[in-house]
């Protein structure tokens, strides 16, 4: 599994993908924190990162859309099938790479406290477990995006797929408090926030720890982990 990881993590930066990712991925924060906090003179990092996981998340596709399709495109795929390597260790190699471009933004957010600390009194408890939340966030949105993006072996329809995926997750998030609006709505809303992704922080929001949240959030990733190698294997022996 280091082999692929090595290899995913290093494709990152041998071109511009992953220095795009993380620097406007730390423009839009920067511009949250600016705003939130900054000109607020607020120290809670929470209501930057609640918008952050919002206006971010078209960014995940950058890492994953390609992951699956790259390399049968390439026809490196064929070079892995080879290798003495079990499918979950190529599809986890990979999966860790984009974990690790991801955590560097996350890294820029563990810094504010810090920082915060000049303005006023920081909620450290507070402020770090929304950050962990986040992380679980995208690592949850990083799995599902890898899952859809191993469906195609187009690298154009596997983009497609991604943004369609992400597109439909935030619409739901957005539409949600207009369902339970409407008669028979309250049942509708419980059935789709299973798939509100977005929607599990808002606890973090107000400063509560979401325990159900944590867990839903290392639910789907291993679930998503789980039925990318699946795909997988089951493609490697086709």
């Known amino acids: ?4 990881f090595k290899r995913e993590f290093r494709s990152y930066f041998q071109n511009v993908t992953g220095f795009v990712f993380i620097a406007v991925y730390i423009l839009i924060a920067g511009a949250f924190i600016t705003l939130y906090n900054f000109f607020s003179f607020n120290s809670s990092i929470s209501y930057a990162v609640s918008d952050l996981m919002l206006w971010g998340a ?3 596709p950058i890492l994953t859309m ?5 390399d049968r495109k390439s026809g490196a795929y064929q070079l892995l099938y080879s290798l003495p390597l079990r499918s979950s260790d190529i599809i986890l190699g990979k999966y860790f790479a984009m974990l690790v471009v991801f955590a560097i933004p996350t890294a820029f957010l563990a810094l504010m406290p810090l920082i915060f600390n000049f303005m006023g009194e920081v909620n450290y408890l507070v402020s770090y477990t929304s950050i962990i939340c986040f992380f679980l966030f995208g690592a949850a949105l990083i799995a599902v995006c890898t899952f859809v993006s191993s469906l195609s ?5 596997s983009a497609v797929f991604n943004y ?3 597109a439909a997750l935030i619409a739901l998030y957005m539409v949600k408090p207009l369902i339970a609006l409407l008669p028979a709505g309250e049942i509708i809303t419980k059935i789709l926030s299973v798939f509100d992704i977005f929607g ?3 606890s973090f ?3 509560i720890f979401d325990i ?3 867990i839903y959030y290392l639910s789907v990733s291993a679930l998503f982990v789980f039925l990318s190698v699946r795909l997988f294997e089951r493609k490697r022996l086709m």
């Not at 390609?66 to 790259?70: D, L, P, R, T």
């Open 66 to 70: 390609n992951v699956i399709a790259k």
């Open 205 to 207: 929001v107000y400063g």
């Open 153 to 157: 072996d187009n690298v154009i329809l």
């Open 212 to 214: 159900k949240a944590i």
């Open 164 to 166: 369609i995926t992400v």
């Open 200 to 202: 599990k922080f808002e």
């Open 1 to 4: 599994m280091s082999v692929i």
């Open 58 to 60: 078209p960014l995940i």
